[in-house]
């Protein structure tokens, strides 16, 4: 398993847990972001940059991803098609986006489009929450122990 973050919008604070986690468990984790991303020097931890537009680090990620591999997004569209790759997906913010989640998120997000395009003003997204982060963090902990249980016995 390999950790694919979509860098360009996840949080500092989301990063900094990503990091300890991979250093920890050995896992190989690429960053990717159109612009540059500090990172630790690590053996295990990759930043790739590439270039500005629309869904350039999202299809890189896509393209790149295996099944069973990780994905760090808030990108819904992006976690569709990683769950369709066979990707599990987890949000900074420790949502994880499964089979059985993805499509009503997908339609919410293009209702919520909708109604922003129409001028209505529907808000940002709330500040992340220290619940937030610890929901990622325990989330991250259960799929990275899991995985590791399931190819060390």
């Known amino acids: 398993m390999k950790i694919w973050v979509d860098a360009d919008a996840c949080p500092v604070v989301i990063r900094e847990i990503l990091f300890k986690a991979a250093e920890r468990t050995k896992t ?50 992006l976690a569709d098609e990683a769950i369709e790759k066979g990707a599990t997906c987890l949000s900074p913010r420790g949502e994880l986006y499964t089979k059985a989640n993805i499509k009503s998120r997908l339609n919410m997000r293009d209702f919520m489009d909708t109604l922003r395009s129409s001028g209505i003003d529907t808000g940002g997204a709330p500040a992340l ?21 399931n190819h060390h016995t």
Do not use: C, W, Y
């Not at 500090?38 to 537009?53: A, E, K, L, N, Y």
């Not at 869904?55 to 393209?63: G, K, L, Y």
């Open 129 to 149: 929450s220290k619940s937030d982060r610890m929901a990622f963090a325990n989330h991250l902990d259960t799929i990275l122990t899991q995985h590791s249980k």
């Open 28 to 77: 190989t984790m690429t960053l990717i972001a159109n612009h540059v991303i500090r990172i630790p020097s690590s053996q295990v931890i990759h930043f790739m940059q590439v270039s500005h537009g629309f869904d350039v680090a999202d299809n890189e990620i896509v393209t790149r991803l295996n099944s069973g591999d990780l994905v760090i997004t808030s990108d819904i569209p």
